[in-house]
């Protein structure tokens, strides 16, 4: 079993010792031992640091990765937490499409005045009302003049 010491992991993981120690403190990772002050990780958490990673850019909280591991250490993903969060996902990817949409209209729209604009409004609409994903269809591109 190859031992890294926590400047190594940190170099190599990308993340601060700081939040490896806090990964500990909440159990996601475990330190194999000590080397005088500074602490010692099997080279397997490197895998384990990823996975974390990857959960937290896919939006789940510490807690819930932490639910995803067993005593062990082992893998245990919830498969119905993981198509919730793709569904999440995807309602997150509707919105942000619209009001990128939203913004490229109002970027290149020939309305004198952004509130003259009909498509424009929409967008104000929808974004008042939470709902812009469902709310705002594509505006037509402006003829060139």
Known sequence: ???LDIGTVAQRSGLPASTLRYYEEKGLIA???RH????LFDAAVLERLALIALGRAAGFSLDDIGLMFTRDGRPRIDRAKLTAKADELDKTIKQLSAMRDGLRH??????PSHMECP????????N?????GARIRKAPRPKAS
């Open 106 to 111: 109002a970027a290149a729209c020939p309305a």
């Open 128 to 132: 008042a009302s939470k709902t812009a």
């Open 31 to 33: 330190s194999a031992g």
């Open 36 to 39: 005088g002050l500074r602490r």
């Open 119 to 126: 498509t424009f409004r929409r967008v104000l609409r929808a």
């Open 1 to 3: 079993m190859k031992l």
